[in-house]
């Protein structure tokens, strides 16, 4: 069981606009920042998100995050087909010492 | 075009040792700490260890701490996992991914590489 949570699988239209949750605590999400990461079979994971809210060049402005306490979320508009695959969430302690990432989403745009 | 490609892994029987590798081009590797990350068969993400830009220092997840070992060779731009005292729950792929400080996120990931450890 992962120390982040978040929804198993979510689905939506092409168009549509999702929100994926990821729910932590005070150990983690709660002190410190969230990212957030695309998965697709057979490619490298890629970063969407960092620092809660900020978009690496090349990601879309559809991609975007927020984080409230121990929580946080990711916003996917204008919903692709491309967009189906796996979504975490991460965060690390500032340390480094550990990291943690959620259990996965899994988006599909029917 | 910065890139990072893990090698190394095969099917192993539990108790045995793999070495994983993974080569890393088109950034100064020296600067950057780098991880190894793994995600089970039908499971999510796990964090597995981190080392910093130079070496110097260490973190692994509880579920390896005393088995893996992290270390690299920034004259070769080459990052390392040696795994011991294998176990089935270490199947996975495994990937290597460069860490941004300070506020710590993986920015490089590999395709990964797949470890199957199986009697």
């Known amino acids: 069981q992962s120390v982040l949570t978040q929804p198993p699988s979510m689905s939506a239209a092409p168009g549509q606009k999702v929100t994926i949750s990821c729910s932590g605590s005070s150990s983690n999400i709660g002190n410190s920042y969230v990212s957030w990461y695309q998965l697709l079979p057979g490619t490298a994971p890629k970063l969407l998100i960092y620092d809660n809210n900020k978009r690496p060049s090349g990601i879309p402005d559809r991609f975007s995050g927020s984080k409230s306490d121990t929580s946080a979320t990711l916003g996917i508009t204008g919903l692709q087909t491309g967009d189906e695959a796996d979504y975490y969430c991460g965060t690390c302690e500032s340390s480094l010492s550990a990291c943690v990432f959620g259990g996965g989403t899994k988006l599909t745009v029917l | 075009q910065a890139q990072v490609v893990e090698s190394g892994g095969g099917v192993v029987q539990p108790g045995r040792s793999l070495r994983l590798s993974c080569a890393a081009s088109?950034?100064?590797?020296?600067?950057?700490?780098m991880n190894w990350v793994r995600q089970a068969p039908g499971k999510g993400l796990e964090w597995v260890a981190v080392?910093?830009?130079?070496?110097?220092?260490?973190e692994y997840a509880d579920s390896v701490k005393g088995r893996f070992t992290i270390s690299r060779d920034n004259s070769k731009n080459t990052l390392y996992l040696q795994m011991n005292s294998l176990r089935l729950e270490d199947t996975a792929i495994y990937y290597c991914?460069?860490?941004?400080?300070?506020?710590?996120?993986?920015?490089?990931w590999g395709r990964g590489t797949l470890v199957t450890v199986s009697s």
């Open positions: 088109g950034f100064t590797f020296r600067n950057y700490g």
């Open positions: 991914a460069t860490i941004v400080g300070p506020r710590w996120y993986f920015d490089l």
């Open positions: 080392i910093w830009y130079d070496g110097n220092k260490k």
